[in-house]
């Protein structure tokens, strides 16, 4: 798997294409839970579920049905909430968006059994063909040492930096498009 703070870039480059300076907080932290949740099977471990089967890692909470699921959760208890700044519609796209980029991130690092993209309906498990990506341990302790700044190191070069130019051109564009307002 990419590491969390890997899953969180990416969710915060994904903003970049909706951001508007009146969405609150909220929304890109909202963005930030749903790229690292998808990890939360790790803990199946404890209870015996293996790694390949159903509820196991990168298995159904890394396909795309969960995060149409977990993001139209959210994004109707967020708009509940009264969420203002954004509509529901690009409320739930940004989430889907980051919830989904958790797979996509894990299909591209170099170990594991791959991810389970179309479960509940098809629980095979795919990488990308092109997996540049050091895999990360799953234990937080392991993070912590010199296999784990490799991994950081990976990640910066493969993630980080196309996510941080993404956003930089997202951002760019934007504001190359809007009209001058000295000339107004």
């Given at each position: 798997?990419?590491?969390?703070?890997?899953?969180?870039?990416?969710?915060?480059?994904?903003?970049?294409?909706?951001?508007?300076?009146?969405?609150?907080?909220?929304?890109?932290?909202?963005?930030?839970?749903?790229?690292?949740?998808?990890?939360?099977?790790?803990?199946?471990?404890?209870?015996?579920?293996?790694?390949?089967?159903?509820?196991?890692?990168?298995?159904?909470?890394?396909?795309?049905?969960?995060?149409?699921?977990?993001?139209?959760?959210?994004?109707v208890?967020?708009?509940?909430?009264?969420?203002?700044?954004?509509?529901r519609?690009?409320?739930?796209?940004y989430?889907?968006?980051?919830?989904?980029?958790?797979?996509?991130l894990?299909?591209?690092?170099?170990?594991?059994?791959?991810?389970?993209?179309?479960?509940?309906?098809?629980?095979?498990?795919?990488?990308?063909?092109?997996?540049?990506?050091?895999?990360?341990p799953?234990?937080?302790?392991?993070?912590?040492?010199?296999?784990?700044?490799?991994?950081?190191?990976?990640e910066?070069?493969?993630?980080?930096?196309?996510?941080?130019?993404?956003?930089?051109?997202?951002?760019?564009?934007?504001?190359?498009?809007?009209?001058?307002?000295?000339?107004?």
């Open positions: 798997m990419a590491s969390a703070f890997s899953h969180a870039v990416a969710a915060l480059s994904i903003g970049s294409c909706f951001y508007r300076p009146q969405i609150p907080k909220s929304v890109w932290v909202a963005g930030v839970a749903c790229s690292v949740i998808p990890d939360l099977d790790v803990i199946g471990f404890h209870f015996g579920i293996q790694y390949g089967d159903f509820w196991g890692h990168r298995g159904f909470t890394h396909s795309l049905f969960f995060a149409v699921l977990l993001a139209s959760a959210i994004a208890v967020m708009s509940w909430r009264g969420t203002s700044g954004i509509g519609f690009a409320l739930f796209g989430l889907f968006l980051a919830t989904a980029s958790h797979g996509l894990d299909s591209i690092t170099n170990g594991g059994l791959g991810v389970a993209f179309f479960s509940p309906f098809n629980n095979n498990r795919y990488f990308l063909p092109w997996r540049p990506v050091h895999v990360s799953i234990a937080a302790l392991r993070f912590f040492t010199p296999r784990g700044f490799a991994i950081i190191q990976s910066f070069v493969w993630i980080w930096l196309p996510a941080i130019f993404f956003a930089a051109m997202v951002f760019t564009l934007r504001r190359m498009s809007q009209p001058d307002a000295a000339n107004s």
